[in-house]
């Protein structure tokens, strides 16, 4: 396996709004995406399109996490 044949694979943007609406349905009001979870441009405008912050904080060891919040 080589490294430069890999794709970048991200999760559909249904699956977004499907954990959204899970962590709304909970009570939450943000969802957190881990660093290894590889989030397009284009699915981060999206997201803000549709009304929602997006922003990245650094977690303990430094790493950027993706939090969506409404």
């Known amino acids: ?5 890999l794709i ?3 999760m559909p943007i249904e699956e977004f709004y ?4 899970s962590a709304n349905d ?3 009001n943000k969802c957190i995406f ?3 979870q590889y989030v397009s ?7 803000i399109n549709d ?5 990245k ?9 993706l939090v969506l919040e409404w």
């Open 57 to 65: 904080v650094k977690d303990f060891n430094g790493l950027n996490i």
């Open 8 to 10: 970048k694979k991200e």
């Open 34 to 36: 881990p660093p290894t």
């Open 18 to 21: 499907k954990r959204i609406q």
């Open 41 to 47: 441009d284009l699915t981060i405008s999206r997201l």
């Open 1 to 5: 396996m080589e490294a430069n044949k």
């Open 26 to 28: 909970c009570g939450d």
């Open 51 to 55: 009304g929602f912050k997006v922003y």
